[in-house]
């Protein structure tokens, strides 16, 4: 099993910054990505941003050039920063991790990011 939990979500003002942490824990050996995703109220989730093992980035057209996906493999924590939030950036953010082979996911129980107008 493999254990994520994201910490830094709250309330900022557009325009504004965030840093989201993904702790990861437990069976670590063997995953081939772990990515951000995030969910809007009546909107389904969609993927933000992943970085798999090799150090290769993805990112969401719409976050391009606003958030970056970073990893610190000491601490096995993968961060999401977040600049220039608009209010479409609110959203219940959840971390994903993908195992290799099987390609099960593993999720965190999310964590809320707030952006005012």
């Known amino acids: 099993q493999v254990q994520l939990m994201e910490s830094g979500g709250g309330l900022v003002q557009a325009g504004g910054s965030l840093r989201l942490s993904c702790a990861v824990s437990g069976d670590t050996i063997c995953i081939s990505a772990i990515g951000w995703y995030r969910q809007a109220p009546g909107k389904e989730r969609e993927l933000v941003a992943r970085i798999i093992s090799g150090g290769s980035t993805y990112y969401a057209d719409s976050v391009k050039g606003r958030f970056t996906i970073s990893r610190d493999n000491a601490k096995i924590t993968v961060y999401l920063q977040m600049n220039s939030l608009k209010s479409a950036d609110t959203a219940v953010y959840y971390c994903?991790?993908?195992?290799?082979?099987?390609?099960?996911?593993?999720w965190g129980q999310g964590t809320q990011v707030t952006v005012s107008s």
């Open positions: 994903n991790a993908q195992r290799c082979l099987t390609g099960h996911n593993y």
